[in-house]
């Protein structure tokens, strides 16, 4: 019968140490230092990467600028974020070409070391700022230009072969590659051949679950999903509707997720408390998920 992945604390617990854990199966171990290794991190946090894309929105209703794109993503990185994303869809509904190319500057001349994710359709219009401006991570969407928010993932093996040149063109560009996936363990495989370095979960079925009844089984999937990534060698990131709420449970139950990429709740929130503080609390959230659960 297949076995839950160990979760991070105790996976941060193990690591220094031979003992092996329970892999996949119950007749897979791995030490706990292979297995951390292959999760792609020991007991490093996972990194907040800011959507920025609401606070366009929300500028776009009016011709004053404000709220200021940069200046929110300079308050989200100040805070403690390690990174800023934006999804520039080709009708400019929110994110505008002009906000990527700013965002760009400023991540290189303010913030190196921090990391810039841009987001999109690489057949609508992503590759071009790939290309133009080689950010530090691109995620591959398959959204078309009508979708209010993206709600699926890529397909294998129908978009295998359409996607490997785009992947391999953004590695020669010295960009890493992200696909969007529904958390199907049985793809990750396919997701490793076609070249891309990680994955990015689909995490709304999860946060529809959470906190009911069903909250384990929609749970699952992700589990086991991530496993098989991290047993093929991939990187593993997670975004969609996660929350103050729902994160810390996710983080622990989901081995090795390198990145979330948060923007609606993180943007309704920082309305309520502002940027800085909803960073802070955002991170508090990871943070926990990394700490050993002490006994009563």
């Known amino acids: ?5 160990p979760s ?38 996972t990194a907040l990467s800011v959507n920025v894309n609401k606070v366009a929105l929300l500028r776009n209703t009016r011709q004053l ?19 800023i994303t934006v999804h520039p869809r080709p009708d400019e509904r929110h994110i505008k070409r002009h906000d990527v190319y700013e965002l760009s500057a400023m991540m ?22 790939v290309r133009e401006l080689r950010p530090d991570q691109c995620t591959f969407v398959p959204d078309s230009e009508d979708q209010s928010t993206s709600d699926h ?8 072969e359409r996607l490997r040149p785009l992947i391999a063109e953004a590695h020669a560009l010295g960009v890493r ?5 529904d958390p199907l363990p049985e793809a990750m495989a396919a997701v490793k051949a076609v070249g891309a370095d990680r994955v990015e979960f689909y995490t709304e079925t999860y946060a529809r679950a959470w906190p009911g009844l069903h909250k384990n089984e929609a749970l ?41 990429s948060i923007g609606h709740a993180l943007i309704a929130d920082a309305l309520e ?24």
């Not at 199966?25 to 297995?35: F, G, K, R, S, Y």
Request: net charge negative.
């Open 1 to 5: 019968m297949p076995l839950s992945a």
């Open 8 to 45: 991070l604390p105790d996976l941060a617990a193990a690591v220094s140490g031979d003992e092996p854990l329970k892999v996949v199966a119950a007749d897979a171990t791995l030490p706990a230092a292979e297995l951390a290794a292959i999760l792609g991190q020991t007991t490093g946090r």
């Open 65 to 83: 600028g404000i709220p200021s794109v940069l200046r929110a993503a300079h308050l989200c990185l100040m805070a403690g974020a390690r990174g």
């Open 108 to 129: 290189i001349a303010d913030w190196p070391g921090r990391e810039f994710n841009i987001e999109g359709n690489p057949f609508h219009n992503l590759m071009e700022f």
């Open 153 to 160: 993932g890529w397909s294998f093996p129908a978009d295998a």
């Open 177 to 181: 590659v992200s696909l969007f996936m």
């Open 220 to 260: 699952r999937p992700f589990v086991e999903s991530a496993q098989a990534a991290a047993l093929c060698g991939l990187g593993i990131n997670a975004g969609h509707d996660l929350n103050r709420d729902n994160l810390t449970e996710f983080l622990r139950e989901v081995p090795g997720v390198l990145e979330v």
């Open 273 to 296: 408390l502002g940027y800085t503080a909803t960073v802070k609390d955002y991170l508090r959230c990871i943070d926990a998920a990394f700490t050993p659960a002490r006994d009563e």
